[in-house]
């Protein structure tokens, strides 16, 4: 019987989620897979340079991470799941990008709140 009450607690404790949906969705974006959203989309979404060189005629062309604050569920689902010739594919599961899409929303409406 004593050894019951030792599973008593897993059993109460182990279900609670160890972090919050916002908190997955930031660590998601931050780190997915080893390389991070946020370097080509910016801290917030709103995208940013990823890269910049001349070309053989001396013109500068810069490659920029697009703007992700607006972009529905959808096609954040649609353009992580396809091959794109910059964006390495991450191979996230439906709920993890669901996760990266609401931190974002989240995010970018505390700018707005405030």
């Not at 390389?35 to 060189?53: F, M, N, P």
């Not at 607006?70 to 964006?87: D, G, Y």
Request: glycine letters at 6%.
């Amino acid at each position: 019987m004593r050894k019951l009450w030792l599973f008593f607690p897993i059993f109460i404790f182990g279900s609670e989620d160890f972090i919050t949906d916002l908190e997955y969705g930031q660590m998601l974006y931050k780190n997915p897979r080893g390389i991070s959203c946020a370097s080509c989309h910016g801290a917030r979404g709103e995208g940013k340079a990823i890269v910049s060189y001349l070309k053989k005629d001396k013109k500068r062309v810069t490659i920029y991470g697009s703007d992700i604050r607006q972009v529905s569920l959808a096609k954040l689902k649609s353009t992580v799941a396809r091959n794109h010739p910059i964006m390495p594919k991450y191979y996230l599961t439906t709920e993890e990008v669901t996760a990266i899409y609401y931190y974002i929303q989240m995010i970018n409406q505390e700018d707005t709140e405030e």
